[in-house]
């Protein structure tokens, strides 16, 4: 008979290598009686300690209009950028402001631009993508996905057909003389003529029109019947594609795109925003990159719950495969589309990383704790103490593992583990889950520092200083 969740319970064994984990902890991994044996790896962390210890809620309140206007000069630059990348991570950004916010943090405009450079600005974005967009359409005009060939041949224009080809007029205006769109159209077709491009798109050209009918289906902004906005998203794929021979297309980035492209809705736009991200993190997108990103969060759960890590290798998921898509399209899936959008925006601000002042700071703060309290001394004198490779995103992967650290424990082999990955989905609370995170990196940022130490005698507090955070 099945158990309830009440009746859920861990238990000792008599040795002090290993514990049971007795009943389930809900009805997701089955109706058999679970039990499984697995070492301790530390007996402080034989249960959730972790909650026991006080816990820092940070501030989860949306930035606001009127809050926003206050980090920009009379002239529209952005003068206070640490404090709003400060206020979007603390809770992302009201709707109304969100494309005003993630034209700066994604970079379509520099965050010190005035208003009149950025009007400027949107003229040359035109016409590079529509530049862009028209070079690679010229060249695939006598191929479709039937006679696509293993390449494309790059002589078939020459550069005076295409710098006499038009371009859609763009319906920015400016205080600026009238032949400007002109002179940015010229500077556009050269700028496109001169960029590298694939001419063996056959490998993923045909991926993104299998991948388009499937992307966010239910989501309203997708169900017009002319379908112009599955369009535009093929547009901004294969432009990305074949401007970044070395990444293409990869299935993800469609997931990824509909977020800039709902919220900026403009197609210019969202490529810019799109490929400026895609630039930043487009390793994750390769094999070995993203197995990299697998093992630091397997380095940070071990770190820190090493007991939860054992037993995900006793269910033989050591490597966290099931990580791979929270972090490959960052947690889209795992939270509805509101919170899901909020998400990404707080990660995305990147005010809270390693080697952020806010890390240092704190890192700071329990070395002259370890030194007032017993004259600490380093194990070694390493140049840096954090492994500043764990991006946020990392630890909130280990917060979700953790916070569903009883369904879990239940499992007993590897199908458990990933039908409770598989259905957390509407389960997560984003403000529970942000916290969570917030203070796993605090406890990692303390962690590394006070396991420098051992306690003896000699005081090498300034030198350590000089050594680690670079003071005089």
């Not at 992302?92 to 916010?101: A, D, F, K, M, P």
Request: charged share 25%; glycine share 4%; hydrophobic share 35%.
């Amino acid at each position: 008979m099945k158990q309830s969740k009440q009746n859920a319970k861990y238990v000792r064994t008599n040795s002090n290598d290993s514990f049971v984990v007795v009943g389930e902890t809900n009805g997701e991994v089955g109706d058999r009686r679970l039990s499984k044996t697995y070492e301790v790896v530390n007996s402080k962390h034989l249960m959730s300690n972790e909650d026991q210890q006080s816990v820092i809620k940070p501030d989860f309140s949306p930035l606001t209009k009127d809050t926003l206007s206050k980090y920009f000069d009379i002239d529209g630059r952005v003068v206070q950028e640490s404090k709003l990348r400060q206020s979007l991570f603390h809770g992302g950004c009201n709707e109304e402001i969100r494309r005003t916010v993630w034209s700066f943090i994604f970079g379509l405009y520099p965050m010190l631009s005035t208003t009149r450079e950025r009007k400027d600005l949107d003229i040359e974005n035109h016409y590079k993508y529509h530049a862009l967009k028209r070079r690679w359409q010229s060249y695939m005009g006598d191929y479709n996905e039937d006679n696509l060939s293993d390449s494309i041949d790059l002589s078939t224009l020459n550069m005076q057909d295409y710098m006499s080809a038009d371009l859609p007029t763009c319906d920015v205006h400016t205080v600026t003389q009238d032949n400007l769109h002109s002179t940015f159209k010229d500077m556009a077709r050269t700028y496109a003529w001169k960029k590298t491009m694939d001419s063996a798109p056959f490998s993923w050209y045909r991926v993104i029109e299998k991948d388009l009918p499937r992307t966010d289906l239910d989501h309203a902004y997708f169900k017009d019947d002319s379908n112009i906005h599955l369009d535009r998203m093929k547009n901004i794929l294969a432009t990305f594609g074949f401007f970044h021979p070395n990444v293409g297309y990869v299935q993800g980035m469609n997931d990824i795109l509909t977020r800039f492209l709902i919220v900026l809705d403009s197609e210019v736009d969202a490529y810019w925003c799109f490929a400026k991200y895609m630039e930043r993190i487009e390793n994750d997108f390769d094999e070995t990159g993203m197995v990299e990103k697998m093992v630091l969060v397997q380095k940070l759960l071990k770190e820190l719950e090493p007991n939860l890590y054992s037993h995900m290798v006793n269910c033989h998921v050591e490597d966290l495969i099931f990580c791979h898509r929270w972090l490959l399209v960052s947690f889209k899936r795992e939270f509805d589309y509101d919170e899901s959008i909020r998400y990404f925006e707080m990660v995305q601000s990147q005010y809270l990383e390693l080697d952020s002042p806010v890390a240092v700071s704190a890192q700071d703060d329990q070395f002259r704790l370890e030194v007032m309290n017993d004259k600490g001394k380093l194990r070694s004198t390493a140049a840096h103490i954090a492994e500043t490779k764990y991006t946020f995103e990392v630890f909130v992967c280990v917060a979700i593992i953790m916070l569903k650290r009883q369904q879990f424990l239940a499992c007993t082999e590897a199908s458990d583990v990933f039908q409770v990955a598989c259905n957390i989905r509407g389960t997560l609370c984003l403000q529970d889950v942000h916290a969570k995170a917030y203070n796993l990196f605090f406890k990692y940022c303390k962690k590394s520092v006070s396991e420098q130490y051992y306690r003896g005698n000699g005081n090498i507090f300034l030198n350590t200083l000089t050594k680690i955070f670079k003071w005089k």
